[in-house]
């Protein structure tokens, strides 16, 4: 009875937790779109209430290296050049330790794919509303309130979410989501959004190909299969000549002109603590369009591990999950064009793979360990 009790504890704590998670997204979607206020308030105490159920549920779990992540996180976010993102009143901040404690969740515990659906929907269902009320397919720079950029990326976030998830086993439901981002993002009218889902519906088709090819022996079937993707493939190609990644290309010439400015005004000094560059301080742009300039620029030195820390998940991930190497590889070609990762959107999805990947070598690490132990003792 105690265990079945504590089963049912858990169980509700689950369920909290997982609702409270949907929630933070909930809010993050409704707050760009339409301006929500007191949102910085909002979303530190949504935060803050997730965190407190992971502490519930996996406080024994939860390792060292969890712990410095986090706290390293929130270095950055204290330790940011940035006048109008102090750490005190930068809802981005809370964003990236909200990654972190998903990543933990993922590492220790499933989240139940249902809290993904959740967001997809709803940006699907406010789509059909702009669609439906302003009678066009048509999307100007802002989506309500929202940049139309910003729209692709938070669509693309929830959709890696939704795949990195260990609970995802259903390869055709991914494809099918997949799908949809492909759609989101050409109407979004975000030339590099629209490459990536391009990149990443491919990537789970192929996985899914390359996985039932092992029990297809029909000839006919794998022919079907064929056509089917290449039809698939020719719907991207007219897509994409049909958008502005066809007609303008991924890099314009303002991004390649923020690109060199920053450069230009680097120095040793700078690199080292961190500036404000003079793209940014004119007022002529929010950010450097570019994750790796932006972090450098904010942070200095301090910045650079968590670049470094890319490539050491990209290294752990080559042999043991081509997968999530794959994601990881879309999400640096998606933050090389787009201020999408470092206190954006797409840490909710890099920091569950960095934490993941962590979690995955520690554990053989570990069980190696013990085999040698056990061998030596016998």
Known sequence: MVIAGSDKRHSNIQLISELILVANFLFLIWHRTFR??????????LVILYGITLLLLHFQDIKYYDYLFLAYILLLG??????ETLWYKNEYMFISLLAVLIGIMMANGNIRQWVFYIPIAAILGLISYKVMTTNSFALS??????NRNILAMLATTFTLLFMVNEKNNDKQVSILISLVLVGINFYSKSRAGLLIAILLAIGSIYSNYKEGDKERRNKVEKIIMLVVLLSVLLIFVYLIMHSRLGNVGL???ARLGIFKSFFEELT???????????AIVSGKYYHLHNSFLQIVADNGMLGVPL????????FLNFKNNKL?????VLIVLYSSVEFYIFRRWGDLALYPIVLMSI?????????SYNKVVVTIDI
């Open 36 to 45: 929500m206020p007191y949102f910085r308030k909002i979303t530190a105490l």
């Open 78 to 83: 204290i330790t940011n050049k940035n006048p």
């Open 141 to 146: 720079t802002n989506f309500f309130k929202m």
């Open 251 to 253: 890099l314009d010439k």
């Open 268 to 278: 040793f000094k700078k690199f080292i603590f961190g500036y404000q560059p003079t």
């Open 307 to 314: 670049i470094s820390t890319i490539g050491f998940t990209l």
């Open 324 to 328: 999530l190497f794959y994601f990881i």
């Open 359 to 367: 979690h995955t070598r520690m554990t053989l690490i570990r069980n």
